[in-house]
């Protein structure tokens, strides 16, 4: 306990003992020395949450939050170190009502955002006229707003100023002049294409700086890139610290210009900052320029004006000098690019004597300090463009710039010939139009060609590093055919919790092989039977697809049926090839594994058929006899001598016959049943006995019997799922000629299971039990949209004469079939189908832009939690495997335990807006929005709706005013929703920003877990992904990321 509330006071308190730090403050978080260190933690971790909890729109400030519980901390300790009341005086406690902290603390402040928002004017405004939340939080980041605002908090204070208030409105009112509103703080951007300079200017500096160095070697006598080695060119080339300067230079200027909206808002120190740079910049402008000029010989013009004026004493080292302390800075930049802890160190560091060494590089700032990749990454981040630019630059060298070289001079010594059409250029010294045509596409190419490498680059580096990582493992159903025997060991690999430590935990998977491959079955078979209920496959490709129940009743793996297809076909085939030997059989049927599979498991299952029908020993007797002379004769190699194999495949007709007389058997004691399938099991034994065996005669006569034989059956296991189960694989098996390779049929089907397949191989942080896993929560925003298309929806005729049924009908035609096999309906005609429209209905609106399909896709989190829980809490190779939850009723209390932690795990909250309007109001449709939003709660008992109420109250003065609570609601039993939690507002949130996202952040208080996944309503989930989301949360706490944890996880969206 104690560590845990350790962790807990560590975690809630991080960004508050971080801002303290910040603003060099002694934390208001003390524990008094005659109490007990857990109490107190937890009485401030309570406070902090009931602070963030009745804070509205103002938890979007986490500073503000950060202010306001430093001093309410610093009260919480005055009454838990036991001192007098009267020393303290909160400044809403002598208000004596329930919502005096909202009122007093959190109403003026929403005021303020509400005020800004309105200035905003539904975002037609420009940004630099209002304030956000971040620019308000920004008040809270420096130590001003202790003085400025106080506590209690000064209404008076200039945070408080109404900006929809003009000056004259300020005057008529007698209020103090000195009290103006608080200017924006953050960056305002002026849209230019000189920002294409400004926020890339490095990268320019480098491709033109490059430009300027390959040309004035390309242009030295020998041309080559020794010639930087000669002192002429090598002094030329330093002429590029000029271009530098010159480049810096425009920068600063555009540094100050285009921030020049943003000048009122910026501290001292940072328009300090902006006019040093602009000096130095010119400062480096003239020094080089001059210092350089003192190195020519014989200079001439303006460089001999500039020499005279330095003198020639030391000259050259002079400008040496210059560019050596000119780059200075840039060293220091590479060399903490190249020790990045000691860069990520500085960074972080609150020392003012560091953060003013800092201060000339970067501005101060709170957040995103020290955001950088590990070292490892940074190596190959840094690799990969120094490899890429010694690509470009030998490029634009050898092929664009030096091969240019000779042709421009051979045109600058050209005499000017005389032309009789117009020139262009004409009267211009060395035919400097025509070097300046040629060169600009040269020029603009070298600039812009380092796009082309970094997509050549790029494509290079992602299929290796897509090689590596396994991405493309599974791309087609055939490559699923040949790795799916591998799958069940990736699956326990990453889907199955480890056992403690690495090498026990190697050990125990080489035990628990089989284990893994039980598990998988189940996951597989629930995302089988998942996209048979979406309609995606039909019957026959689920039954197809399916890993049976009954597993453990042969000596081999059952495979799904779509692997084994049409291979005892084959196998007939080839034992009706082989005359001689059992060894060619032998060695034809193993050179395919799952022909071997199919072989086996056919003959067990069939043997376990025959003997659950029979009821008689002495027919039981029969059937030993016959498989003891066939194992024998396989053991002594004399299958082929003994046995006519070419008359198999009477005998799986007739097997066929049976099995299809035992799956439309519906009554057990039905005696025209038995009389046929006793017929058949004798017919069968004939076949076996005279046909295909040649010495088995003797086994049917041998036998003294009075009654006929098979007379008597048992037929009490047809009503047994599992047993009607292994006649439909065993019937495939056997009547299955065509290749499954095309089952699915259904591309979405197709796509779903080979992704799927493929991502079970790719690198993903172990999943770890269920009970273990982070718990989190998904919150959808709904206003007006579509919940679920009703009746005259799918009926209604647009001006084509087209209906969203008859539409969708058209675009899902081969789902469209599997619906009607699902629900056993064979409509006669469009009429017809209106009989049917409770069933029709949900179909076409999970096709549909509806809240049902985002419904139904985000409670697969839970069905997959529950499924998966199950298996952490069972050993499931001794109980019978099923597809669903119900399947483990042999495990007593532990499916209800598995729903209590899925609950505990998983939440899903639907911000529905306006659900408490659609509830009173009359017209049709949103009270059928209001009912469809009811059945959802019902259908999913954990789904949870938050809406926004408005209630009309009384105030003190007699009149009535509106107010607003945030309110959460769940289904209760058939027809209706009950109130869950109920908070009052400070005003109505989403006239602060927009609606979408501010409907969805007043119900995130109804949130729970430790991970939030924020779904639009235009986006679906699969059963298939959800078993993933525990590897996916795991990335939250991976040690791979060192102490920079991730926060934010994007995550694939499934949009329609």
């Known amino acids: 306990q104690r560590d845990t509330v350790d962790h807990l006071m560590k975690k809630v308190f991080q960004n508050y003992i971080s801002w303290c730090r910040y603003l060099h403050l002694e934390s208001n978080i003390k524990i008094p020395h005659d109490a007990s260190t857990q109490q107190p933690e937890l009485l401030y971790i309570g406070l902090y949450l009931l602070i963030w909890g009745e804070a509205s729109n103002v938890r979007f400030m986490p500073e503000c939050l950060c202010y306001i519980f430093h001093h309410m901390a610093r009260d919480l300790y005055d009454i838990i170190s036991d001192r007098r009341e009267e020393s303290f005086d909160p400044p809403f406690r002598r208000e004596g009502s329930d919502d005096a902290f909202l009122q007093l603390v959190i109403q003026p402040i929403y005021n303020v955002i509400h005020n800004e928002a309105t200035m905003s004017k539904r975002g037609t405004v420009s940004h630099s006229k209002w304030r956000n939340y971040d620019d308000l939080n920004e008040y809270f980041w420096s130590k001003k707003c202790f003085k400025q605002l106080g506590w209690p908090m000064d209404p008076a204070s200039d945070f408080f100023a109404d900006p929809t208030k003009t000056k004259n409105d300020i005057e008529r009112h007698d209020h103090s002049m000195s009290r103006r509103r608080m200017s924006k703080t953050n960056f305002v951007e002026v849209r230019t294409f000189l920002h294409l300079f400004r926020s890339f200017d490095r990268m320019w500096a480098f491709f033109i700086l490059a430009f300027q160095a390959m040309v004035i070697i390309a242009w030295s006598p020998s041309g080559s890139l020794s010639a930087i080695f000669e002192p002429a060119v090598f002094r030329n080339v330093m002429t590029i610290f000029i271009t530098a300067a010159f480049l810096n230079f425009l920068q600063a200027t555009l540094e100050i210009v285009l921030n020049w909206k943003a000048w009122r808002s910026l501290v001292c120190s940072q328009m300090i900052r902006h006019v040093l740079k602009f000096v130095v910049a010119i400062g480096w402008l003239i020094i080089l320029p001059v210092t350089y000029s003192s190195s020519i010989q014989n200079p001439t013009g303006l460089i001999k004006f500039f020499s005279n004026w330095i003198g020639n004493f030391q000259s050259q080292s002079i400008y040496n000098f210059a ?168 699956f326990g690999k990453h889907l199955v919790p480890g056992h403690g430590s690495q090498p026990k935990r190697r050990e125990r998977e080489k035990e628990d092989k089989n284990l893994h491959i039980d598990k998988f079955s189940d996951i597989w078979n629930a995302f089988i039977i998942s996209l048979r209920d979406e309609d995606l496959i039909n019957n026959r490709e689920r039954d197809l697809l399916i890993v049976p129940s009954s597993a453990g009743d042969t000596s081999v793996f059952q495979w799904p049926p779509f ?259 699902r629900i056993k309906f064979v409509p006669k005609d469009e009429e017809s189908l209106k009989s049917r429209m409770d069933e029709i209905s949900p179909w076409a609106s999970y096709r549909g832009q509806t809240l049902t399909r985002t419904v139904r896709g985000m409670m697969y989190y839970r069905r997959a939690l529950e499924i998966q829980c199950i298996q952490d809490k069972i050993d499931i190779a001794k109980l019978d495997r099923q597809r ?75 009149t009535t005013e509106k107010t607003y609570y945030s309110v959460l609601v769940k289904g209760v039993g058939e027809k209706y929703d009950e109130e869950i939690y109920r908070i009052k507002l400070p005003g109505k949130p989403t006239d602060i920003g927009e609606g979408k996202p501010e409907n969805q952040n007043h119900a995130i208080i109804f949130t729970r877990g430790e991970a939030l996944q924020a779904i639009d309503m235009n986006q679906d989930n699969y059963l298939e992904e959800a078993f993933k989301m525990r590897n996916v949360l795991e990335e939250f706490g991976s040690d791979k990321y060192g102490k920079s944890k991730p926060t934010i996880l994007g995550l694939r969206e499934h949009i329609f």
């Open 884 to 958: 669903t939850t119900t399947s483990y009723q042999e495990g007593g209390n532990i499916v209800d335990m598995a729903l209590a932690i899925a609950d505990i795990k998983f939440t899903y909250v639907v911000s529905c807006q306006v659900y408490g309007m659609q509830k009173v109001s009359k017209n049709l449709k949103d009270k059928a929005c209001y009912l469809n939003i009811l059945n959802l709660m019902i259908m999913y008992p954990s789904l949870r709706i938050a809406y926004i109420d408005e209630v009309e109250a009384p105030t003190k003065n007699g």
């Open 563 to 821: 692997l084994l297809a049409s291979k005892i076909p084959m196998a007939l085939d080839m034992a009706k090839s082989v005359k001689k030997r059992d060894e060619e059989l032998r060695k034809r049927i193993n050179q395919d594994p799952y022909t071997f599979y199919a072989v086996i498991e056919c003959y067990e299952t069939l043997l376990n058929i025959l003997y659950s029908l029979m009821a008689e020993t002495s027919d039981k007797k029969v059937v030993d006899r016959i498989r003891e002379s066939l194992e024998d004769s396989i053991e002594r190699q004399s299958l082929v001598r003994e046995f006519r194999l070419d008359e198999l495949p009477q005998l799986s007709a007739k097997f066929d016959k049976l099995l299809t007389l035992l799956l439309k058997t519906e009554e057990e004691h039905d005696t025209t049943i038995k009389t046929q399938i006793a017929n058949l099991l004798q017919d069968t034994m004939e076949i076996i006995t005279q046909d295909i065996m040649k010495n088995g005669q003797g086994i049917l006569k041998d036998e003294n019997r009075d009654n006929q034989l098979f007379a008597n059956l048992n037929l009490d296991s047809i009503k047994d799922e599992a047993w009607r189960e292994k006649c439909v694989r065993l019937q495939l098996l056997l009547t299955t000629k065509e290749s499954a390779i095309y089952v699915p049929t259904n591309l979405e089907a197709r796509r779903r299971i080979t992704f799927f397949a493929n991502s079970l191989f790719m690198k993903m942080p172990r999943a770890p039990q269920v009970r273990s896993m982070m718990s989190f929560s998904v919150l959808t925003p709904y206003f007006k949209e579509e919940v679920l298309f009703s009746t005259e929806d799918l009926h209604k005729k647009n001006e084509d004469g087209i209906s969203i049924l008859f539409y969708l009908r058209k675009i899902y035609p081969d789902e469209w079939k599997n619906c009607l096999e």
């Open 323 to 490: 560019v050596a302390l000119y780059m200075l800075p840039n060293i220091f930049s590479a060399l903490f690019f190249i020790f990045l802890p000691m860069r990520r160190a500085l960074e972080r560091s609150n020392s003012r004597i560091v953060r003013f060494l800092l201060w000339w590089t970067q501005p101060k700032l709170y957040v995103a300090r020290g955001m950088y990749e590990d070292t490892c990454s940074l190596l190959k981040y840094t690799t990969f463009w120094i490899l890429l630019l010694i690509c470009k630059l030998a490029f634009s060298y050898y092929v664009e710039i030096s091969p240019l070289v000779g042709p421009t001079r051979t045109i600058m010594f050209l005499g000017r010939g005389k032309y009789i059409w117009h020139e262009f250029f004409p009267y211009l010294q060395h035919n400097l139009g025509v070097v300046f045509t040629i060169w600009a596409p040269i020029v603009m190419v070298c600039l812009m060609d380092t796009q082309i490498w970094y997509a050549i680059f790029s494509t290079i580096c992602g299929g290796v590093n897509g090689a590596f990582s396994r991405l493309g493992e599974i791309r087609t159903l055939g490559m699923l055919r040949s790795r799916f025997e591998a799958i069940p060991t990736a």
